[in-house]
């Protein structure tokens, strides 16, 4: 019963420097969505993807790339690290966007120094 | 633009109702979600509105005004578990959720 999987749990970077999350899911979802939250704000869409193949931007893309070469997977890279990137980021899914709820994993806390 | 209106913190004790308010301003509107998230956890499904009124899940209830852009979560019987941040989220005319800060609920004994 894994649901949505993010790895790392936990990672500290140097500004400049490059990485990826990743986010799996086993529930056969065909939307996929990576979010940051900030303290004092609301979960913010940084992009998504609406199916194999597919990606589009939310609304904080700048600084981001994504990846979904397979269904299951969706990867959220950072090409050069800024403090301002700083956050809690999360991976989500859903069947559907209408009346379907997301599904979220544990999130990433990244902290960049 | 678009907005979501919530308020930040509410105090309640074991055993009482507390109902947590939002109002929001979207581009369209295509149903409402309330998510719970525990501190330091992921967010968690609630409820989903897309017509008006009350819709009731055991303890916990969510109630729908699309006229007036106005939705609220009430929580029967709150238990210390309940301590929490609830999180209002419309779904826009693009089918996108805009993501409310969340209301911190805090039970006290």
């Known amino acids: 019963n894994a649901g949505v999987t993010q790895t790392p749990k936990f990672r500290v970077l140097k500004t400049g420097q490059s990485m990826t999350l990743l986010c799996a899911q086993d529930?056969?979802?065909?939307?996929m969505y990576w979010y940051r939250q900030d303290p004092g704000m609301g979960l913010r869409l940084i992009h998504y993807s609406v199916g194999e193949g597919t990606t589009a931007k939310g609304e904080v893309p700048d600084g981001y790339n994504v990846s979904r070469l397979k269904k299951q997977n969706f990867l959220l890279g950072l090409e050069s690290a800024a403090p301002s990137q700083t956050s809690v980021y999360f991976c989500?899914?859903?069947?559907?966007?209408?009346?379907?709820?997301?599904?979220f994993g544990d999130g990433t806390r990244l902290s960049i120094l | 633009g678009q907005n979501i209106d919530q308020p930040t913190e509410m105090t309640a004790t074991e055993g009482a109702i507390v109902q947590i308010n939002c109002t929001y301003q979207t581009s369209g509107f295509n149903g409402l979600f309330w998510y719970q998230q525990h501190a330091g956890e992921a967010p968690t499904f609630l409820s989903y509105?897309?017509l008006d009124g009350l819709e009731e899940k055991g303890r916990f209830s969510s109630f729908l005004s699309r006229s007036k852009g106005y939705s609220y979560l009430l929580l029967k019987e709150l238990q210390m578990k309940d301590s929490a941040s609830y999180l209002c989220?419309?779904?826009?005319?693009?089918?996108?959720?805009?993501w409310g800060a969340g209301t911190k609920l805090i039970i006290k004994p």
């Open positions: 989500a899914s859903s069947f559907g966007q209408e009346n379907q709820p997301q599904h």
């Open positions: 529930m056969n979802h065909e939307y």
């Open positions: 989220a419309p779904l826009d005319s693009n089918y996108q959720l805009i």
């Open positions: 509105n897309v």
